[in-house]
């Protein structure tokens, strides 16, 4: 009979525990947002983690934009407004530093004169492929500077001239630069542009020749302290070794460039003349005007040796350029 009592209180004892439902236990519980009651720390806890994370993302982007003046200062972007600009400009977009192996291999250069109505992009995409060591080009300075920015390596600009490269600079000067090409080599290179335009009548060149300046603008102004040098120069005045009595050019007498004597009296080699037999059956042509056909581009070199050179057509220009390999 004890046994009834016991089965019947643990029967009323389930039946009273699974009354309380999941249910019921979720209506119990009264988050502050909706009780209204004091908050709970987890809320401050999560408040904290989101002014952390802010704090973290401005402090991120604050690090992203210093940087980028860093760099942009290191780059040494060109003004938007070329009025501002100040030369020479040491334009840095790759921080360059290459060492050149030179022992048994020449370096590789291109000189491009621009024209007047070069189209930038095509010019830069003619000599892209070339594994150049350096680039020297001369023109107004807009044409530089679209140049410089589009080709996108690092580059000294100067008045009229500059020069792109792809090892470390050592020092500049108003007329030139110095080129650390490896660590027993060192090169001075400067661009000088004397273009004062070509006459295009062969019947008027020779007086047009008489009325150029012949104070040998730009040659001596240049400071060269390294033993290798090398000058890539415009000019309205062809080389003295051009006008030779036997010259396809009947327009062509004898003629004495001060700017070619500068060069042979400082101790400098014509780089395309010494690659090349006579100006009679290579004259390397890089101007046309008219009926007047001269070289009017050059690459001098002084404690190098000129290895190849052409001048050779380009993709969106008139004019044409140089190459060069050379031994140092």
């Keep these: ?37 004091p908050e709970t720390r987890i809320r401050v806890i999560n408040e904290m983690k989101e002014a952390e994370a802010q704090a973290e993302e401005e402090r991120l982007l604050k ?16 003004p938007e407004d070329l009025t501002e600009l100040t030369l020479p400009h040491n334009y840095r977009p790759k921080r360059s530093a290459a060492a050149l192996e030179t022992e ?40 530089l500077v679209e140049f410089s920015r589009k080709a996108g390596y690092d580059t000294v600009l100067f008045e009229g001239g500059m020069i792109l490269y792809k090892t ?6 108003p007329h030139s630069a110095t080129f650390i090409i490896n660590d027993s080599k060192s090169i001075d290179i400067a661009v000088v542009n004397n273009f004062e335009g070509i006459a295009d009548d062969k019947n008027t060149y020779a007086e047009f020749l008489a009325g150029l300046d012949e104070s040998r603008s730009g040659l001596e102004e240049v400071s060269i302290t390294e033993e290798i040098s090398l000058f890539a120069l415009s000019s309205s005045k062809p080389a003295t ?4 009595p036997f010259t396809y050019y009947d327009y062509r007498t004898s003629y004495e460039s001060d700017e070619s004597a500068f060069f042979s009296e400082n101790g400098y080699t014509d780089a395309y003349r010494a690659t090349h037999y006579t100006a009679e059956t ?8 008219g009926d007047i056909y001269e070289r009017l581009d050059f690459i001098y070199l002084k404690n190098a040796i000129p290895v190849e050179s052409a001048a050779f057509s380009v993709a969106g220009m008139s004019n044409k350029a140089i190459y060069l390999e050379m031994l140092i």
């Design 168 to 173: 470390e600079v050592k020092d500049i000067d």
């Design 282 to 289: 290579d004259p390397g042509i890089t101007r046309v005007s």
């Design 1 to 37: 009979m004890r046994k009834i009592p016991l089965l019947l209180f643990l029967t009323l004892a389930l039946a009273s525990c699974a009354v309380y439902t999941v249910g019921m236990g979720r209506a119990n519980i009264n988050p502050p947002a909706i009780s209204g009651q």
């Design 241 to 244: 070794s051009d006008w030779i």
């Design 63 to 78: 690090e992203a934009e210093a940087e980028r003046i860093r760099l942009e200062s290191e780059v040494n972007e060109y």
């Design 104 to 143: 048994m291999n020449p370096l590789k250069l291109v000189f491009v004169p621009l024209a007047q109505d070069a189209d930038i992009d095509k010019v830069i995409s003619s000599i892209r492929s070339l594994d150049l060591d350096f680039a020297f080009v001369t023109g107004e300075t807009g044409q």
